[in-house]
């Protein structure tokens, strides 16, 4: 158990926020939002002091249903507005906005106004391409400076932001910039990573060859990249510089989108979670701002990516408190050296770090002696998500990270709600690996497979009760997936996907996808993007990927395949599998192991049953098999574990 020192709790914007209202607890707090969320939104919207070009003229409409919940309707703003131009009202202009660090060492810095101006720069130059409010712009960077000025200025023209992992292979850019029928990119030549270039733009132009939408690509070119289409390929420096740095943010409606943001589920291709303007402020001041205490001051680094949603989610809550983001490029451990990030947190004066378990564990197999010489003691939060902790790994990172004074915040939630369902406060006691509350606003409970709320201490689905300001209004272009996906097992309640446990003392823990999402090291990614990788060279007819338990990454991938006929398996056919997953989809998802059966469990409409695969491949409960087809295939699957 830790508990956070008096003064942090003290000093914290949540226990102002408690006294402002006169609420003796964060339960208390808690209970009010998911009972009255119109008072408890518009507060949040008071706090961020939100710029509206024209004021709401109510704070949310739920009369078709809380699957079709609309904030602040009769309302415009921009982002970019209440994230920079208050900013600089503020008198923040000479604050530093980014303070970044390359893999080499090479250090830049932007303040506030620097931002501002390049950001303007951005929106101009597209703007002059006839890049116009409502088009969809991809960006395809690594964490440098310009990957905000990018995200700050599409936001500006009213424009529909595309992110993009860095790591994605040409098909995956492509399947994505189709979706959203895109009309530009910005990207850079290459990326440092572990001392070696990595290209994006040559990738990138692989991709545009199935992408006809996109018309303009600007590249910020550090490693002499080469033009493919001097109509089409812009420099960075020759078109985005020469701008002007004056550009008026366009006024959108509320619910017009500002990102889509892509996350694979278990079955067909990408799901476009849609994210506005008005709900990733909402979203980043309750789990930001009041949940992790982010304030003007405070600098944050969390070692991610901007085709991740904790990238944008950085991005935009460092500016909404008027904070520092800490941007890394390149890789958070090197093996010179080993503990890189906490080198940077040391070299940095970092307040408010990130980290991931699956790093944790690997920093546990590293000489101890050199954190000796780390400076962490201006750390006050450490944050966590994307993956469950083991206990050991909560304890070590509690005595050589935060060192019993900066407090570990494990929070929970996904892509869909651009933050938490659950999080943790620094005002709660802490459990190793649990969370000590749900986020304020979204009415999570814990229901059994008809319905029912499941007691204390029983293993049931999260889900969300209270449809919070944040959440996914809908998928782009496909409405009836998003009410499939997330509305359809629970009338009028949103299933999440996660089995959790929530025990009498208050604490929650995760204990893994209820669905068959694949979760590898906190990246997301469905099993068909790494199953029609495998497939696409024929030598493969039928493919399940699971999840298995790795001592390393927490999970890892494990493919269960048939072979296709005259096709005779062995190492060189696995090897080669590999590495089309690593080429085509990206190099984190290639598969662990891959194991040949002659078939694979089918339910009568054929549709594979991953469940069942990875329970006999693990010795798991197979649960219901009524649904199996082809019930004779199990017992080969489950040899594999034994041999």
Same mark, same amino acid.
């Given at each position: 158990?830790?508990q ?13 926020f ?8 964060y339960? #208390?707090?808690? *209970? ?8 408890f ?26 699957e ?49 101006d ?7 130059? &597209?703007?002059?391409?006839?890049? !116009? ?7 395809y960077?690594?964490m ?13 023209m ?6 993009l ?5 040409a ?14 990119v910005l ?11 990595v ?22 070119r ?11 390929d &812009? ?7 020469a701008?002007?740095?004056n ?5 959108v409606?509320?619910d017009?989108?500002?990102?889509? #943001? ?7 291709k ?41 990238g944008?989610?950085s ?6 408190a ?9 890789a958070p ?37 050199i954190?000796?010489?780390? *400076?962490l003691?201006?750390?006050r939060v ?21 060192r019993?004074r ?32 749900q986020?304020l606003?979204?009415?999570? !409970? ?34 009836a ?27 929650w823990?995760?204990?893994?996808r209820?669905?068959?999402? &694949? ?21 493969v007819?039928?493919?399940?990927a ?14 269960v ?32 192991e ?6 694979l ?41 034994k041999?």
């Open positions: 158990m830790f956070a020192d008096q003064d942090i709790r003290d000093t914290s914007t949540l226990t102002g408690l006294k402002q209202h006169g609420f003796d607890s339960e #208390a707090l808690c *209970d009010r939002s998911n009972s009255d969320p119109d008072w939104w518009a507060e949040i919207i008071k706090l961020a002091r939100v710029r509206f070009s024209k004021p709401y003229k109510k704070i949310r409409d739920i009369s078709k249903g809380p079709f919940v609309r904030w602040a309707t009769g309302a415009t703003l921009n982002l970019a507005e209440t994230l920079l131009d208050v900013r600089l009202e503020d008198g923040l202009g000479d604050t530093l906005a980014v303070d970044w660090i390359g893999e080499d060492g090479e250090h830049r810095s932007w303040t506030y106004q620097q931002l501002a390049e950001s303007a720069r951005v929106a101009n130059a &597209l703007s002059a391409r006839g890049i !116009k409010p409502g088009d969809r712009v991809g960006i960077m690594p440098i400076p310009e990957i905000e000025a990018a995200f700050m200025g599409l936001a500006r009213g424009v529909t932001i595309i992110p992992f860095s790591g994605f292979s098909p995956a850019i492509a399947a994505r910039l189709n979706d959203g029928e895109a009309k530009a990207t850079v030549d290459a990326s440092p990573r572990r001392g070696k270039p290209p994006l733009e040559a990738t990138l132009i692989q991709a545009l060859a199935e992408v006809p939408t996109v018309h303009t690509v600007v590249s910020l550090r490693f002499g990249g080469v033009v493919a289409d001097p109509e089409r &812009l420099d960075w420096a020759e078109t985005i510089s701008a002007s740095p550009f008026a943010p366009v006024p409606s509320t017009h989108p500002l990102l889509i #943001a892509y996350t694979s589920g278990t079955t067909g990408p799901k476009g979670v849609v994210h506005t303007h008005l709900g990733v402020i909402g979203k980043a001041q309750t789990d930001f701002l009041l949940g992790l205490d982010m304030k003007p001051g405070d600098r944050h680094l969390w070692m991610t990516d901007m085709g991740w949603v904790v944008p989610l991005v935009v809550s460092t500016l909404l008027g904070a520092t983001l800490v941007m890394a490029e390149g451990s090197l093996p010179d050296d080993p503990f890189r990030l906490l080198r940077l947190v040391s070299e940095n004066r970092v307040t408010h770090l990130g980290v991931a378990p699956t790093l944790v564990r690997q920093f546990m197999r590293q000489d101890l002696r954190l000796d010489d780390y *400076d003691s201006p750390l450490v944050a966590a998500t994307g993956e469950p902790w083991t206990e050991d790994a909560w304890l070590w990172h509690l005595e050589h990270i935060c019993h900066a407090v570990p915040l494990n929070i929970s939630g996904g892509t869909e709600l651009f933050g938490a369902i659950l999080t943790s406060t620094v005002l709660h006691e802490l459990q190793p690996s649990g969370f000590s509350a986020s606003g979204v009415g999570a !409970k814990v229901l059994r497979a008809d319905g029912s709320e499941a007691n204390r201490g029983e293993v049931g689905e999260l889900v969300v009760t209270v449809p919070p300001l944040g959440l996914t209004p809908t998928l782009w272009q496909n409405e997936r998003y009410l499939e996906t997330y509305w359809s097992e629970f009338k009028g309640i949103w299933q999440h996907g996660d089995w959790v446990r929530h025990d009498p003392d208050g604490t823990y995760i204990l893994g209820s669905d068959d999402t &694949l979760n590898i090291a906190g990246k997301r990614i469905g099993p068909p993007e790494i199953e029609g990788a495998m497939t696409q060279a024929g030598e007819i039928d493919v399940a699971i999840a298995a338990p790795d001592d390393l990454k927490g999970v890892a991938v494990v493919c395949c048939v072979a296709a006929p005259g096709v005779t398996p062995d190492a060189a056919l696995i090897e080669r599998l590999k590495t089309c997953v690593g080429d085509l989809v990206s190099k984190p998802f290639r598969p662990r891959i194991y040949f059966v002659d078939a469990p089918k339910t009568r409409t054929m549709k594979t049953m991953r469940r069942v695969v990875r329970a006999a491949f693990l010795g798991l409960d197979q649960g219901d098999m009524t649904s199996v087809d082809n019930p004779e295939t199990i017992a080969p699957i489950e040899a594999l574990r041999a």
